[in-house]
């Protein structure tokens, strides 16, 4: 469709961080869509934010329902559910960072919010659209039926001490908010999933009460059919760091995912026994995430069908946390 035909979008962020940052540049760089305010707690950062943007800078949300269409939320976890309520009661589109909000009664209230105003509410789902997810995509029949899967990321970086996310009040539950990107990719490749153990390794910064020195957890998931997955997710303030990994083992044959470089990943398929190794850039798909929600805006996507996947995936995140809590494995 020209672009002179699309119906003009206007879009609120609220936040100021980087996932704001990068969302203000993408949706501005869309054809019929101008990110028109942007709220945040510090007007200055706002102000920043809005010099670049020429967007209205806020320092009520209530200006920022007032001046778009929709709003998308990109502020701690803990403040998803109250920001997209406000917003969806406002009669606005709403698109949330994941994970959507901390509980299930949480998500029944905006998801009812959300059918009883009419609008568009989905979860800023980059994974599907990741350069990784993609490319285990297509080429996941050369492996043949998978049996089972494992991935491990562990980013250790002083600046995260004290930060939100390291406060699990602000998080929630962890294996909802750090593992979702993987067991996205697991449900996809290897199935619905219908158990889950937990093990939150979680370890409390004796400086900063409330707050982790070491947050994350390993998490195993079985899988319909009889495949099973293991996930490992850590982010520290102290340590050393290790390179992401992903394996992936099949009937006809195996894969390694490792990271390679600033942005880069290298696949080696069944072991580096076969020449068919490559590195490709990394994609983190975000700019995908934001064509979705104006695709779901002007009627061109099942945005039902989008959050209830999300839905699912979101589930056995706090699923497992449940699990962690009770120390024992839990059906889903």
């Given at each position: 469709m020209n672009s002179m035909t699309l119906r003009r979008v206007t879009i609120g962020i609220a936040g100021s961080g980087g996932m704001a940052t990068q969302r203000i540049s993408l949706f501005n760089r869309m054809a019929g869509v101008k990110v028109s305010a942007v709220y945040a707690r510090h007007i200055e950062k706002v102000r920043a934010c809005c010099a670049r943007s020429r967007a209205q800078a806020c320092a009520d949300y209530d200006d920022l329902l007032a001046a778009a269409e929709a709003a998308v939320i990109c502020l701690p976890n803990h403040l998803h559910a109250a920001f997209a309520l406000q917003a969806l009661r406002a009669g606005r589109h709403v698109l949330v960072e994941y994970p959507l909000c901390l509980s299930p009664a949480e998500a029944r209230v905006l998801q009812a919010a959300a059918v009883r105003n009419g609008r568009v509410l989905m979860v800023g789902n980059t994974i599907i659209h990741e350069a990784m997810f993609r490319y285990l995509m297509r080429h996941r029949r050369q492996l043949g039926a998978l049996c089972s899967a494992a991935s491990r990321v562990a980013f250790h970086d002083k600046a995260v001490a004290g930060c939100w996310y390291m406060n699990p009040r602000f998080t929630g539950p962890v294996f909802a908010a750090l593992h979702y990107h993987h067991i996205e990719y697991y449900r996809h490749l290897l199935g619905a999933v219908t158990a889950v153990r937990a093990h939150d390794?979680?370890?409390?910064?004796?400086?900063?009460?409330?707050?982790?020195?070491?947050?994350?957890?390993?998490?195993?998931?079985?899988?319909?059919?009889?495949?099973?997955?293991?996930?490992?997710?850590?982010?520290?303030?102290?340590?050393?760091?290790?390179?992401?990994?992903?394996?992936?083992?099949?009937?006809?044959?195996?894969?390694?995912?490792?990271?390679?470089?600033?942005?880069?990943?290298?696949?080696?398929?069944?072991?580096?026994?076969?020449?068919?190794?490559?590195?490709?850039?990394?994609?983190?798909?975000?700019?995908?995430?934001?064509?979705?929600?104006?695709?779901?805006?002007?009627?061109?996507?099942?945005?039902?069908a989008r959050l209830q996947n999300d839905m699912q995936t979101l589930s056995v995140g706090w699923r497992a946390a449940e699990s962690a809590r009770r120390g024992r494995r839990l059906t889903c």
């Open positions: 390794d979680s370890r409390p910064d004796h400086l900063r009460p409330g707050y982790k020195s070491l947050i994350g957890g390993t998490l195993h998931l079985e899988h319909a059919g009889g495949a099973a997955s293991c996930i490992q997710w850590y982010l520290s303030a102290a340590g050393r760091g290790s390179p992401r990994g992903l394996w992936l083992n099949g009937a006809a044959g195996s894969l390694t995912v490792v990271s390679h470089g600033p942005a880069k990943s290298q696949v080696i398929w069944n072991g580096g026994e076969t020449k068919a190794n490559e590195v490709y850039i990394d994609d983190w798909g975000v700019a995908g995430s934001c064509r979705d929600f104006i695709a779901a805006i002007r009627g061109r996507l099942d945005h039902r």
